[in-house]
């Protein structure tokens, strides 16, 4: 068992910057491959990034590649999300999810995750 929490959302204007992080307890880290999802209201949730177990490969959602960035730190288990050229159309709940098995096929779906954060809101303005 692992919790996942999120923080760092907030306001930000349109093509500033935010990282969110995900603090997590409980199992070793190491054990979990991490992703980020989001949801907009209205929406379904969806897909933003994802990183392996050891930090050595990460995916995107191509509406967020070449802006937004995954990474992990061992020492501190916790996962970030470094969102860059923010755009009001990245305004959404954002989420945290951990998986043990990490299957390629799933990795961006939310099927492929077992454990889940309570989300942090990010709000872009324009």
């Known amino acids: 068992q692992v919790q996942l929490v999120e923080s760092g959302g907030g306001l930000v204007q349109a093509g500033g910057s935010q990282r969110l992080s995900c603090a997590a307890s409980g199992r070793t880290f190491s054990s979990y491959a991490m992703g980020w999802f989001r949801q907009a209201p209205g929406k379904e949730r969806e897909f933003v990034a994802a990183?392996?177990?050891?930090?050595?490969?990460?995916n995107y959602a191509d509406s967020v590649k070449g802006r937004f960035t995954i990474s992990r730190d061992a020492a501190k288990n916790t996962v970030y999300l470094q969102m860059n050229s923010l755009k009001p159309e990245d305004t959404a709940v954002y989420y945290c999810?951990?998986?043990?098995?990490?299957?390629?096929?799933?990795?961006?779906?939310?099927?492929?995750?077992?454990?889940w954060g309570q989300g942090t809101q990010v709000t872009v303005s324009s």
């Open positions: 990183i392996s177990r050891s930090g050595g490969s990460t």
């Open positions: 999810a951990a998986t043990v098995i990490a299957l390629p096929r799933l990795v961006r779906s939310t099927v492929g995750y077992d454990y």
